[in-house]
């Protein structure tokens, strides 16, 4: 009865709890995101309707949507090397500590390019669009995803949170935040696997939605 048992473990990670942070991880959601721009010009120069690739791709001989994959994971790998050296510059130039291991950052950085080209790819696959509207679409909503998840104003995620907590867990920019502020805070990587399920499936979702609307198609004229 008179002993005494300490039922607390401490326990020390390199977790940064700077509420500044967050605007770095918004920042790489948003330069992920941005990939967008060039998936919409994979998907554009696809329809013989909006290019005059578009057109030779539409009388070759070869599969349409292994093209497409082709140039989308050429667009891929580009955007994700100039995104990792842009994260390398803050985590080991700027000294930025994001809290997480880099290679933890590599992965989001990859899984954030294919949804950012995803995105592009079907809002390009949409026929009947310049592409100036097509582009101010995907600027506006790059950066209002990121908006809501915090890019310009830090408590934006908590006040959703409280309010409308599912736009949380749908929202692609904040789900790629989470994957950082989770394990930064809690070091836990449960959370972050919930999260690229979710991302998973909204790039799943996009691709199909684009291959379905730049499926070969007949023409009258162009």
């Known amino acids: 009865m008179e002993q005494e048992t300490n039922y607390i473990r401490s326990e020390s990670n390199s977790a940064n709890y700077d509420p500044y942070v967050q605007y770095f991880y918004n920042l790489l959601a948003m330069s992920g995101l941005f990939g967008s721009m060039m998936g919409m010009y994979c998907a554009i120069n696809h329809q013989a309707n909006l290019s005059a690739l578009g057109a030779r791709v539409e009388i070759s001989p070869v599969s349409k949507f292994g093209d497409i994959i082709s140039s989308l994971i050429a667009t891929l790998l580009i955007h994700n090397i100039f995104l990792n050296i842009a994260s390398a510059y803050l985590v080991y130039i700027l000294g930025i500590k994001f809290g997480v291991p880099f290679w933890v950052i590599i992965v989001v950085n990859l899984l954030s390019s294919v949804l950012g080209n995803s995105l592009g790819c079907f809002i390009g696959s949409i026929g009947g669009l310049k592409d100036v509207i097509k582009n101010a679409i995907l600027l506006a909503c790059s950066l209002g995803l990121c908006f809501l998840s915090g890019l310009m104003f830090g408590g934006m995620r908590l006040l959703i949170e409280e309010s409308f907590p599912l736009f949380n867990r749908i929202n692609p920019a904040a789900l790629i935040v989470d994957c950082f502020y989770s394990l930064c805070v809690y070091g836990s990587y ?11 499936i909204w790039c799943a979702l996009l691709l199909t939605g684009s291959m379905i609307m730049t499926r070969k198609r007949k023409y009258k004229s162009i």
Do not use: F, G, R, T
């Open 190 to 200: 449960e959370k972050i696997i919930s999260n690229i399920a979710v991302l998973l």
